[in-house]
Nanobody, 125 residues
């Protein structure tokens, strides 16, 4: 399996932007569909975005559509999440996830093969 480590989180004002990165090591990164999830305090982990092995097919939660963009660079073994027009309700720990069998989504969240440790994003009002 791959191992995943996220970075890029931090404190940003509402309306600002951040770019998260998720670096993979170990097995072949391009064998995995990838996703971003987030978990706010006291809430369940929820789907944010996902892409297939090539990055050409992307999917988003309605709450982030038009503001967030997922992409990947298989040559750099890295997944990205560009977050624009951030809102206080985007505050959460953001996790990347990988699965060699299916595209990550809310339905298979608990069965995904690999998770990173997460990175905290705090959006102030």
């Amino acid at each position: 399996q791959v191992q995943l480590v996220e970075s890029g989180g931090g404190l940003v004002q509402a309306g600002g932007s951040l770019r998260l990165s998720c670096v993979a090591s170990g097995r072949t990164f391009s064998n995995y569909a990838m996703g971003w999830f987030r978990q706010a305090p006291g809430k369940e982990r929820e789907f944010v975005a996902a892409c297939n092995w090539s990055g050409f097919s992307t999917y988003y939660a309605d709450s982030v559509k038009g503001r967030f963009s997922i992409s990947r660079d298989n040559a750099k073994n890295t997944l990205y999440l560009q977050m624009n027009s951030l809102k206080p309700e985007d505050t959460a720990v953001y996790y990347c996830a990988a699965d060699s069998r299916a595209l990550p989504n809310d339905g298979n969240r608990k069965a995904l093969e690999v998770w990173g440790p997460g990175t905290l994003v705090t959006v102030s009002s």
